[in-house]
């Protein structure tokens, strides 16, 4: 994988665990919830191609957290 694109990529992911912990914590702080979130990562492409890969890039990770 080229250097930039594996730089991208690092930053994106970065970025998303970042905002997706304070979201979290937010959501867990303020709402209190009384048992276990049960929460569904996605990860998808939603480039408009004019002719699309033979294969769609996706991939989901389930996982929950205890507040």
């Known amino acids: 994988m080229p ?3 594996h730089e991208e ?3 994106l ?3 998303f665990g970042l905002t997706a ?3 979290i914590t937010a959501y867990l ?3 209190k919830p009384s048992g ?3 929460l569904r990562i996605i990860l998808e ?3 408009e191609y004019e002719t699309p890969p033979g ?3 996706h991939l989901e990770i389930d996982g929950q957290v205890s507040p």
Do not use: C, F, G, N
């Open 29 to 31: 702080i303020e709402e």
């Open 3 to 5: 250097s930039d694109a």
């Open 21 to 23: 912990d304070e979201a």
């Open 9 to 11: 990529v690092r930053r």
């Open 36 to 38: 276990p979130l049960h």
């Open 45 to 47: 492409d939603r480039t």
């Open 55 to 57: 294969r769609a890039l």
């Open 13 to 15: 992911l970065k970025e």
